[in-house]
């Protein structure tokens, strides 16, 4: 976070101590203070936000180039296979019998697939829109790095171009969300042609990756627990979307 702001881009700065240390310990946990950024999160994002949030997730993968640290994605392919066979063909149909159906066919064909040889570098992972703070038309803030980690620029904006151009239920497809969105991007960092080839399968992996997290959590979270599960249905959508041939303009040059 640190090394980003530095860079100009919106993200959270943590709050040094005395000493210049970035975190405590406290009871054995690390602990840190961060930035207070202003902005809100918003539900239905209008064109112009799309661009901005293409522009800002550009911008960050292009500061962090000369960042040092790499992570391996913990929610990366292995962890799909994992997630899969905790869950089992049973668990899945339990939720949903064609979402069974739908993992069984893509997750085989997704891996056997899967580009390893495209730009790579930190990305955010999870650029959900409510992990981006707008005022008005403007990106104020980006947060939650959780999960952010070591691997390909362009699953990076497959993952937030599921996270953006969707209903939250995954019905309904917004294709000038999708068109600002992957302009905004283009405007500071321009796609290869073997980024753009790949990144209808990018975005089935991205759906895939959060449709079975949310399938395991629907699975295991206890009745009484106060968390609200989220619907893996909607993600499976918007995968059976990613992988219909029909749709794979969506991505296509303007």
Known sequence: ??????????????IHDRQGNLYR???????????FLPGVSVSVPTVDQARAVGRALAQMQ?????????????MGRAEWQRLAEECGPEGLAAISP????????????ILEQWPDDLPRGTIHADLFPDNVLMLDDQVTGLIDFYFACTDLFAYDLAVTHAAW???????SFDPS????????????????DQERAALPLL????????????AWDWM???????????????????LEFYADPANADVFAAA
């Open 203 to 214: 975005a089935r992996g991205a759906c895939l990756r959060f449709a079975l997290t949310r």
């Open 1 to 14: 976070l640190d090394h980003l702001s530095a860079k100009g881009c919106p993200v959270p700065r943590t």
């Open 220 to 238: 295991n979270t206890p009745a009484d627990a106060l968390v609200t599960r989220k619907d893996p249905l909607a993600f499976a959508r918007r």
């Open 165 to 171: 151009c969707f209903s939250n239920d995954g019905r």
């Open 177 to 192: 969300l999708s068109a600002a969105l992957i302009a905004g991007y283009e405007e500071v960092r321009p796609l290869s």
């Open 25 to 35: 310990m406290l009871d054995g946990k690390a602990v840190a203070l961060i930035e």
């Open 62 to 74: 292009l500061a962090a180039a000369d960042f040092a640290g790499v992570r391996e994605n913990a």
């Open 98 to 109: 064609e979402f069974a159906v739908l993992v069984g066919r893509e997750l085989p064909a």
